[in-house]
């Protein structure tokens, strides 16, 4: 495995349901993120971990809770969705923790979100 | 509210052109700024990025930044089919490595 990885790819889930996404980063990177991307709306950062500390929450609904348990993994915990939530939702990784330095963001492939 | 700016397009050129792809950022302290390529279904995956004023050449791609003018572009020589893709530019505003995103610009290169 290289790079982000995510899974599931594609989820169809109703107003009701409980899912969780999972994102594996297998590039050494210290710091993970949750961001949204809606059709022709530019991508919005949800969460940000650095060294499994959330050190950023962008104002996003308690429907959806982040959960880094290392610094490799994070997930996405899902219950009682809006339709507007449909979106493909990416996770990304980079290397500094500190905010300081310009460092580049690695996605993983993103999961294709509907809810129904 | 920091934004970053991108005209949605479709940026239509015919292949071998120079495709120039613009950007404008709002927050002056911007420190550092990003192009990632977006295929339709796929990830965002970077071509490059900038920080000082001026041109930074990789291959077919170049980076222009102009700081005064808050104003970052990407040209692509020798367009080919396979650059039509998103273009997102995103502007590096510090604070934990946040990027600001534009919504992007699509480019259509035709044969």
């Known amino acids: 495995e290289t790079g982000v990885t995510q899974t599931p790819r594609h989820l169809v889930m109703g107003m009701t349901n409980k899912k969780s996404l999972k994102c594996e980063q297998h590039?050494?990177?210290?710091?993970m993120y949750w961001y949204k991307q809606s059709a022709k709306k530019p991508l919005e950062l949800m969460f940000v971990?650095?060294?499994?500390?959330?050190?950023e929450n962008n104002s996003v609904p308690s429907r959806f809770s982040p959960e880094c348990p290392n610094s490799s993994h994070l997930f996405l915990h899902l219950h009682t969705l809006q339709p507007e939530d449909s979106a493909l939702y990416l996770c990304?990784?980079?290397?500094?923790?500190?905010?300081?330095?310009?460092?580049?963001?690695?996605f993983g492939p993103g999961t294709r979100l509907l809810v129904l | 509210q920091k934004e970053v700016e991108q005209n949605s397009g479709p940026l239509s050129v015919p292949e071998g052109a120079i495709a120039s792809l613009n950007c404008t950022y709002s927050?002056?302290?911007?420190?550092?700024f990003f192009w990632y390529r977006q295929y339709s279904g796929k990830s965002p995956e970077l071509i490059m990025f900038?920080?000082?004023?001026g041109d930074k050449e990789d291959g077919r791609f170049t980076a222009q930044l102009n700081k005064a003018s808050q104003y970052v572009s990407l040209l692509i020589r020798d367009s080919q089919p396979s650059d039509s893709a998103t273009y997102l530019c995103?502007?590096?505003?510090?604070?934990?490595?946040?990027?600001?995103f534009g919504a992007g610009t699509r480019l259509a290169v035709h044969p």
């Open positions: 990304a990784s980079s290397q500094d923790p500190s905010g300081i330095d310009q460092e580049t963001q690695y």
């Open positions: 590039l050494g990177h210290n710091a």
């Open positions: 971990y650095s060294l499994e500390e959330r050190v």
């Open positions: 927050d002056r302290g911007s420190q550092s």
């Open positions: 900038i920080y000082s004023n």
């Open positions: 995103a502007a590096f505003s510090g604070g934990y490595n946040k990027l600001i």
